[in-house]
């Protein structure tokens, strides 16, 4: 039987109180959970036969959950669905060989929590809007492509180019609206992180990690944010664990 | 996602739920390569890597153009060159059977390919 380990933890203000809260989870498939501890530091795990580790939704939304869990009570680090070991002996020597990166990274996440910024909109409609403005600034349109020739090539080249500008003019308006977010955000001593134009409507996708305390700070951050930018949809979700703020290559 | 977990948010929910599927859903742009189907992966993951590229490429003219530091003949050469590419990766997408998204391969946490 293999172990998965779901998340290793700070056990040092209550040691008593993780297995109290073990006992009355369930893991994947109602497996039982137990802690591998080595001084401060625990492993939350199941036995698990590696043949049933199936990477489907039901088993992901349960393994999500019992982190969700634990997280409610403990400082974690998160660990990504499937990492077994094969022995509790294992997982003690694996835990006094990364005792350190792990001791490091629970102090860097210790009383705060993840949220999670997606901005959505019509970005279609949004290049438009930009470039009308844009032609509306200058007077004349931004940039026009010099027509010197008409021919079949030169007309890709401007249709592209065409294209191309309103990519850059969208990608420009994104840089401005993530400064305005960072600098809101400094405010709350959160530290950040960016993903533009995830999808063609998800034109940033942002994770934020803070104190657990300056939710709802957080949420009035966002509600200015959507005051000032009315044409985006801000979607603010959370407290998660720290999914996106843990960087450990385990030895 | 429960909703109790959304703290925010002045849009539908519906609307919601339909951009985090995309986000998540990388079913079509999983790369499957099996003993059944070596060649038609591999020419995934070919035309995936050329697409990259030609794509790269064709950024970096239109930015050069875009600078003012070619000729009309460089030009006019640059577009016919990018369009007679553009075609050809038409052509031998429809040869496999495969559409932009497929080419789009989702590499985990660092997001989608292109």
Redesign the interface.
Known sequence: MDKMIYSILSVKKNPKKLNTLLIAMKGISGADLYAVSLDEISAVVCDIKRADLIADKTNAIEYAGVIENLAQQFTLLPMRYGSLMESTDLINKMLGRNYHEFQQNLQKVENKCEFGLKIFCDSEKLKAELRAKSEADTKTPAKPAPEIKNSVYRDWVNKKLKEHRLEELLLTYIDSVIAEITGYLARLNAVNKFKKMATEKTIIDAVFLLDKERKDALIHVIEELQNQYPRLNFVLTGPWPPYNFVEIVIK | ?SED???????SLD??SE??G??TSNEKSRLKLTPGNADSGLAKLVLTLVELIRKLV??QA??R??GGSLT?EE??????T??KLELKMEELKKHFNLTDRDLNINLGPL??LM
């Open positions: 996602m977990k959304i703290l925010f948010n002045t849009g609307e919601l951009e985090i995309k986000l064709e950024k239109l930015r153009v875009d009309e030009i006019e050469r640059l577009g016919e990018l369009m997001g989608d």
